[in-house]
């Protein structure tokens, strides 16, 4: 899941963002967070992608987005699954599209398969560096540590 706030809510806004995923999500990995200077689209977010496990039973599509849009967050990948859904296409066509959003899956999944191009997310990810310049801001694992003590 590819999660962001405008740079202006600063870290704070992101573990908001996470803690409210928690309620209905349990959040296995992050990426590292980023400060995004995205020139393609003229603004500036802090971005990270989570890994979060499903506990029902094979949600819908419209479940799932539903509760995406809710949190203002993007599925990326659903697990051994393809779909080309007008509600949900996965992989999200954005994840081989965007080299800065590849770069941070890569760090949770690299060995994961893209169903459609047969490469790993750590090969397509050396293939394509990131144009966008970004700040490191801090380690996921750190990011979930903090709202899993509730602290937010």
Request: no cysteine; glycine share 4%; proline share 5%.
């Amino acid at each position: 899941m590819h999660i962001f706030v405008p740079a202006v809510e600063g870290i704070d806004g992101l573990k908001r963002k996470v803690f409210q995923i928690r309620k209905n999500f349990k959040i296995s990995r992050s990426s590292i967070v980023y400060k995004r200077f995205a020139q393609a689209f003229q603004r500036q977010q802090i971005e990270a992608v989570i890994e979060i496990e499903i506990e029902e039973q094979t949600p819908s599509s419209q479940q799932i987005s539903k509760e995406l849009a809710s949190l203002n967050a993007t599925l990326l990948i659903l697990e051994g699954q393809l779909r080309v859904d007008p509600a949900m296409t996965i992989p999200h066509p954005q994840l081989v599209l965007d080299s800065f959003l590849l770069k941070m899956s890569a760090e949770i999944r690299p060995y994961w398969e893209h169903r459609v191009s047969q490469n790993t997310l750590q090969g397509l990810s050396s293939q394509f560096p990131s144009q966008d310049q970004a700040e490191f801001l801090t380690q996921g694992s750190e990011l979930i540590n903090f709202t899993i003590k509730g602290l937010v």
